[in-house]
T-cell receptor, first 113, second 113 residues
């Protein structure tokens, strides 16, 4: 089935290590988003992209970088992981109209020790 | 700025009970409103939406009516099942001009057999 695919699904990092989370969508969506989900805090937007080659900061961008070199892929990087970045990360994409719903990936559970 | 407020959970109900999860919003203009559901270990899925005042969104026995006069979009279901146990998120998208959705903090529903 098509949709939004996130890799990896689980990861454990040591403090200071780096990693990249990959999000891929096959719906030709322009807009893509990275959220983190923490208990009691709902979803918080990290970065987003309104098209190939564009990125923008969301509510909680510090400690993360992103790239959108191809329309179908949106990468989230952690350059130097910290325990505060332990979270579940969700990627989402959306079609052109604001009243379209998001399509979410199944998430990446990241633990930083 | 725009915001979404959901009732605190968890909500615990017996099977076949009536469900209401309250959601109110603050936004300028005429936002689109959404309910998403997240089952354990999964990403969020669009449950229903409404794009203008007095619209009723419905899906899988769930309903919500866009009430502009009370700025509300309460989720209801007449008879819940154990399989409805999940976290429910209310969200808005203000159009035109915004690419980002605003999510509530989520309400956990637990249905007991």
């Amino acid at each position: 089935n098509a949709g939004v695919t996130q890799t990896p699904k689980f990861r454990v990092l040591k403090t200071g290590q780096s990693m990249t989370l990959l999000c891929a969508q096959d719906m030709n969506h322009e807009y893509m988003y990275w959220y983190r989900q923490d208990p009691g805090m709902g979803l918080r937007l990290i970065h987003y992209s309104v098209g190939e080659g564009t990125t923008a900061k969301g509510e909680v961008p510090d400690g993360y970088n992103v790239s959108r070199l191809k329309k179908q892929n949106f990468l989230l990087g952690l350059e130097s992981a910290a325990p505060s970045q332990t979270s579940v990360y969700f990627c989402a994409s959306r079609g052109d109209a604001a009243n379209y719903g998001y399509t979410f990936g199944s998430g990446t559970r990241l633990t930083v020790v | 700025g725009d915001s979404v407020t959901q009732m605190e959970g968890p909500v615990t109900l017996s099977e076949e009970a009536f469900l209401t999860i309250n959601c109110t919003y603050t936004a300028t203009g005429y936002p689109s409103l959404f309910w998403y559901v997240q089952y354990p270990g999964e990403g969020l899925q669009l449950l229903l939406k409404a794009t203008k005042a007095d619209d009723k969104g419905s899906n899988k026995g769930f309903e919500a009516t866009y009430r502009k006069e009370t700025t509300s979009f309460h989720l209801e279901k007449g008879s819940v099942q154990v399989s409805d146990s999940a976290v429910y998120f209310c969200a808005l998208s203000r159009s035109p001009g915004t690419y980002k959705y605003i999510f509530g903090t989520g309400t956990r529903l637990k249905v007991l057999a």
